[in-house]
């Protein structure tokens, strides 16, 4: 199956009540060895520096932190963006990163041409997983983009997908969290 790095996937409707459950995952890496993805519109209570006791700049504290899937919580990852990051790793200008000592880099260097976004936790799939469950239609793609990565309101991300992906996925996109309410 063709790489899916650099994409979204997206909860289609048929993970209700799994962790899953409106999920929009920027996939990082999709290789022969498996695949690793980052939840991109769920926004945890914390800030980052509730999570990190390392000394950040008050900035970098101040961020919110993102749950990045169920996998290793305590694990750190961050996505950074800039206008031009020549060695990026995962989309054109979009690097990801997983040490302390370069998030400080990062940090220290920050200006407001960049964006940064922190998770904890992340989305793993073993050998051939993420590729099975294509092919079984648990999740549908989206092209990936710095804007919907960021997207001031991550948590409304999901629904704003499906709705630009037209009157197919409107009705998905406007059903209630709970469809006993409905």
């Not at 979204?8 to 048929?14: Q, T």
């Not at 800030?47 to 305590?74: I, M, N, T, Y």
């Not at 200006?111 to 799939?125: C, D, E, I, M």
């Amino acid at each position: 199956m063709k790489s899916l790095k650099g994409q979204f996937i997206l909860d289609n409707g048929r993970l209700q009540g799994s962790f899953f459950h409106r999920t929009v995952i920027l996939i990082c890496q999709h290789d022969a060895d498996g695949a690793f993805g980052l939840f991109v519109n769920r926004c945890t209570q914390n800030k980052v520096g509730d999570a990190l006791v390392a000394k950040l700049p008050d900035a970098l504290k101040a961020e919110s932190l993102f749950l990045g899937g169920p996998v290793q919580p305590q694990a750190l990852s961050f996505l950074h963006h800039e206008a031009y990051l020549p060695d990026a790793n995962v989309m054109p200008n979009l690097d990801l990163g997983h040490s302390l000592d370069e998030l400080m880099e990062i940090a220290d260097s920050f200006s407001s041409t960049q964006r940064l976004k922190v998770f904890a936790g992340y989305a793993g799939w073993s050998p051939g997983q993420l590729d099975d469950e294509m092919k079984r239609n648990t999740w549908m793609t989206h092209p990936a983009s710095t804007e919907l990565i960021f997207h001031p309101e991550p948590g409304s991300l999901w629904r704003a997908i499906l709705r630009d992906k037209g009157s197919k996925y409107k009705l998905l996109a406007e059903a209630p969290e709970d469809p006993s309410l409905n």
